[in-house]
């Protein structure tokens, strides 16, 4: 099998650091070539002693006709704003790319400018595809530009969707609360994620505001085949990394805690990342971290008439890079799995 040469753009934050270990144990990349604009020059394994003896790579400064010129696939790891910019140059020059920021998840021009203001490359939004390989997996592999899910709607989007395709709830009854480690704020140094500010504390931020809300609205609206509007709001935890989603929406038609767990588990009964749970466990961070799965759970309120579903993801993994090496994966027609077969990580 061919290998394929790979760059990373934004290597050296969390997201980058990520998908950097992970690409250098699968057996069919080869990692050529990885920017930090702030580090260039220096040695990924200097930088990170965990990488000694793995690889031999210097970080560069972004230059795209390097990426065009030496790589097959170019992963971004950017910000939004500047992503857009970079990867619409990749995408001309005939690479494919898999875009971890938020410029390419809305379809829409007048919501990326709403939520994020002047989108840089407009006409590349219709030939994005949303990067949830379970709900998207034809497209996918078919794409040329991917956009990789947020860490908060790759969770509640895959708790939902079975439910919202089939009926089973109110798509107006949707209310989300959602909790995060630290790690989804990025590496750069912002007083809310310092550690004295966010040790033994727990707070909610961006009520009703979040920049991820449109993306989980769009995503489930399809899934229902109606506008879908929901209330979101999520929380920071003292712990490194993994989300837990607690979604709760009104059934419709009468169900049972065992009956919803049978919706889950036959729509997901092929996939190799969305672990359902039985009747009686629940979802923790801790049996994900480390690894591209997808946890969870489920519980019928008989008293209200809610069905309530939990979702636990590493943030970083499956919210974040390796769902990024799946859509590789995908693009690549490889199987799915190559590379991304580890189990979580213990403690």
């Known amino acids: 099998m061919k290998t394929l040469k790979v760059g990373i753009a934004g290597a050296t934050g969390y997201t980058g ?70 990867v619409a140059s990749w995408v001309k020059a ?29 006409g590349l939004l219709k030939d994005a595809v949303y990067g949830l390989c379970e709900t998207h997996r034809d497209k996918i592999k078919k794409a040329k530009l991917v956009a990789n899910p947020g860490c908060y709607p790759t969770g509640t989007i895959l708790a939902l969707t079975p439910f919202l395709k089939e009926k089973k709830i109110d798509p107006d009854s949707i209310v989300v609360d959602a909790k995060s480690g630290v790690s989804g704020a990025g590496r750069s140094a912002v007083l809310e994620s310092l550690f004295s500010e966010v040790n033994e504390s727990v707070h909610a931020y961006k009520v009703g505001k979040h920049r991820h809300t449109p993306e989980i609205e769009q995503e489930l609206s399809r899934a229902a085949g109606r506008p879908v509007v929901i209330s979101f709001t999520p929380h920071l935890i003292p712990m490194d990394r993994g989300i837990l989603s607690t979604i709760y929406a009104k059934a419709v038609g009468k169900t049972s805690t065992q009956e919803t767990l049978a919706v889950l588990s036959s729509f997901y009964k092929d996939e190799p990342f969305v672990r359902i749970l039985p009747e009686g466990s629940l979802p923790k961070t801790k049996n994900v971290r480390g690894s591209n799965v997808c946890e969870i759970g489920a519980h019928f309120d ?26 590789l994966n995908l693009l690549s027609g490889w199987d799915e799995k190559t590379g991304l077969s580890l189990p979580a990580w213990a403690p």
Not at 97 to 113: C, E, G, I, N, T
Not at 313 to 322: E, F, P, R, V, Y
């Open 94 to 122: 005939g690479l494919k790319a898999v875009d971890l920021s938020a410029d390419f998840r809305l379809q829409s021009v007048d919501s990326y400018k709403e939520w994020y203001g002047d989108h840089a490359a407009p």
């Open 302 to 327: 008989s008293r209200t008439g809610r069905i309530v579903l939990i979702a636990a993801i590493d943030n970083l993994m499956k919210g974040a890079a390796s769902q990024a090496v799946q859509n």
């Open 17 to 86: 650091i990520e998908l950097l270990r992970i690409l250098l144990n699968h057996p069919n990349v080869e990692v050529v070539l990885a920017t930090s604009e702030k580090f260039a020059g220096k040695k990924v394994a200097d930088l990170f002693p965990y990488f000694a003896g793995k690889t031999s790579l210097v970080l560069e400064e972004l230059n795209d006709g390097e990426i065009a010129k030496r790589c097959d696939v170019a992963f971004s790891c950017l910000p939004h704003h500047s992503a857009a910019e970079h």
